[in-house]
Structures are given as structure tokens and as C-alpha cells.
């Protein structure tokens, strides 16, 4: 079954558009880890963030934020005022603790091409 | 400080080769993975180490993967003998537990595989 979804396979804007990544989880772990990756042209995976089941908190970092929802097991990623420097494949990923949470399921990414 | 690196970051071998690829994470890590990334099954978890011993290699394909960490700062996957199908980004990553649980998982750039 697939643990992750990222329905967007690829997502075009205009520079400076506000821009979301949606990422819907499934998981019957009482506790697990939420994550998003950027993977640039370049090809690296550069981690962005991670979240704990536990933390619904919303969390903001420059021009990234981040809302999680359990009750409709979501992990939308926004960014806002994009730039091209943000064109790369976004992907969000789960661990669960009852695997030891040191196996990520990634979801199959989202293309965000940002146009200047 | 020094993220996870490896090397060769692309390799063109013939089908039949023997091929390795080598990891060293990041100091102090006491998790290591490998991970594949391909067009058709996007990212996969292959192996993971924990303190140098193999805890999971149910995602190794077939015996023509063997993987090693011979100590803490270095670890190979060989491909003996490779085949076509084996083109893909290689992917080394670690993670040190967090004392809050769930790892934190960094990647490397990637090592590049094409056989021919």
C-alpha cells in the first residue's frame, strides 16, 4: 500500500507565486516522522524538514512553511514568493516508529518549475 | 562540516563488471543506508547498517548486491556482476538517534550508475 502520496507529479509557476506541495500520509503507527526533501537539478537530496506525529505545530522557515494536519493526514509544504533557485523535485517521506523509524517511505516527488 | 560523501559520483561500466560504490557518513553517525533511486520504483531503501552491522537488507535485489561497513567512517555496495538494469543514483545516507526518537536522515549526492 502506498504510504505516501504526492498526487502533483509536476507543478509550474511564475516567479514570486505562492506555491503548495501537497502530501498525503498513511500510517497505522501511533507515532511516526513526516519529511520533506528538495532534490535540485543537481541531483542531491537536501534534507528541509522533519516532524513528529506528536507536534502538530505549523512550522514557518524564511520563505518555506509547513501545515500538518492529522485529522486529514496531510503534510502540505508552501512556498511563498518562489524563486527559480527553488526549481528541483520536492519529495515527502514517512518513517514509523514501529519500524524503528529508520526506514523512509518517500512518495514518487512533485516537479516544481519555477519560471522567471 | 562535512555532509555524507561518495564516490564515484559517475560510473559508465559494461555489463558484467564488477562495480563499488563507497560511503563515508557523517562523523558521528551511527546509522548508515543505501538507497536506490530509478524512474521506475523512484527511492528504495536497499540496506541499512546500525553500529556497522547490517539490520535490513530485505530491499537488496538479489545477490549481486552485497553491501559492507568494515568501521564506523566507511562502507561499499558492489554490484557483482552488474547488469543494464542496475543504472540508477545510489544513494548513501546516516543518521544519529535523536534522544526525542525518529532518525533525521541525511543524503549524499549520489552516485551516478550506467551500465552498458
Known amino acids: 500500500a502506498q504510504k505516501v502520496t504526492q498526487a502533483q507529479t509536476e507543478i509550474s509557476v511564475v516567479e514570486k507565486e505562492d506555491v503548495t506541495l501537497d502530501c498525503v500520509y498513511e500510517?497505522?503507527?501511533?507515532?511516526?516522522?513526516l519529511f520533506w526533501y528538495k532534490q535540485p537539478p543537481s541531483g542531491e537530496l537536501v534534507f528541509l524538514i522533519r516532524r513528529n506525529s506528536f507536534d502538530e505545530q505549523n512550522e514557518i522557515s524564511g520563505r518555506y512553511s509547513w501545515n500538518f494536519q492529522k485529522s486529514t493526514s496531510s503534510f502540505n509544504f508552501t512556498i511563498t514568493a518562489s524563486q527559480v533557485v527553488d526549481s528541483a523535485v520536492y519529495f515527502c517521506?514517512?518513517?514509523?516508529?514501529?519500524?524503528?523509524?529508520?526506514?523512509?517511505?518517500f512518495g514518487t516527488g512533485t516537479r516544481l518549475t519555477v519560471i522567471p | 562540516d562535512a555532509g555524507v560523501i561518495q564516490s564515484p559520483r559517475h560510473e559508465v561500466t559494461e555489463m558484467g563488471q564488477e562495480v563499488t560504490l563507497r560511503c563515508k557518513p557523517i562523523s558521528g553517525h551511527d546509522y548508515l543506508f543505501w538507497y536506490r533511486q530509478t524512474m521506475m520504483r523512484g527511492l528504495e531503501l536497499l540496506i541499512y547498517f546500525n553500529n556497522n552491522v547490517p539490520i535490513d537488507d530485505s530491499g537488496m535485489p538479489e545477490d549481486r548486491f552485497s553491501a559492507k561497513m568494515p568501521n564506523a567512517s566507511f562502507s561499499t555496495l558492489k554490484i557483482q556482476p552488474s547488469e543494464p538494469r542496475d543504472s540508477a543514483v545510489y544513494f548513501c545516507?546516516?543518521?544519529?538517534?535523536?534522544?526525542?526518537?525518529?532518525?533525521?536522515?541525511?543524503f549524499g549526492e549520489g552516485s551516478w550508475l550506467t551500465v552498458v
Open positions: 545516507a546516516s543518521s544519529s538517534k535523536l534522544t526525542a526518537g525518529g532518525n533525521t536522515i541525511y
Open positions: 517521506a514517512l518513517s514509523e516508529a514501529g519500524t524503528g523509524a529508520n526506514n523512509l517511505f
Open positions: 500510517t497505522r503507527d501511533t507515532t511516526y516522522y
